[in-house]
């Protein structure tokens, strides 16, 4: 079992060290106060391989639950497209086709025959989830 300060296993898991200290009161990961070089120090257990916190694994569930397939304009009518990506600041959807959204609009429960062709074969080729 690998044990790093707080500063690098925020590094090696990708998150804050606040978050990571907030973890470690919630339970969701090990640590204890170690001897060091500078005095005591809290050391953290890193978790197994693929291990999320809560706030990353409720986004994976939600991410989950959404298709990426969605309409390019209010009236929800025409094809829909699989979204690539989104802007920052503002919803300005890219999909896979190269087409640039205003906004979103969620597709669900769509049939197979709304879809943008361009977007299903990019996402065929890429073997992303088609649902």
């Not at 690539?84 to 086709?97: A, S, V």
Request: with cysteine; aromatic share 8%; net charge negative.
């Amino acid at each position: 079992m690998e044990k790093l300060s707080i500063q690098d296993a925020s590094y090696r898991l990708n998150l804050s060290q606040a978050d990571i200290r907030e973890c470690i009161r919630n339970g969701e990961l090990k640590a204890s106060r170690e001897a060091g070089p500078a005095g005591r120090r809290w050391m953290v257990e890193l978790p197994e391989d693929g291990w999320l916190d809560s706030f990353r694994a409720s986004l994976n569930d939600l991410s989950d639950s959404i298709t990426p397939w969605w309409w390019p304009t209010a009236a929800m009518s025409g094809e829909v497209h699989y979204v690539e990506d989104m802007g920052i600041e503002e919803i300005e959807p890219l999909y896979l086709c190269g087409l640039r959204g205003e906004n979103v609009w969620d597709a669900k429960g769509h049939t197979e025959a709304d879809r943008c062709p361009k977007c299903l074969d990019v996402a065929k080729e890429r073997e992303l989830p088609l649902w």
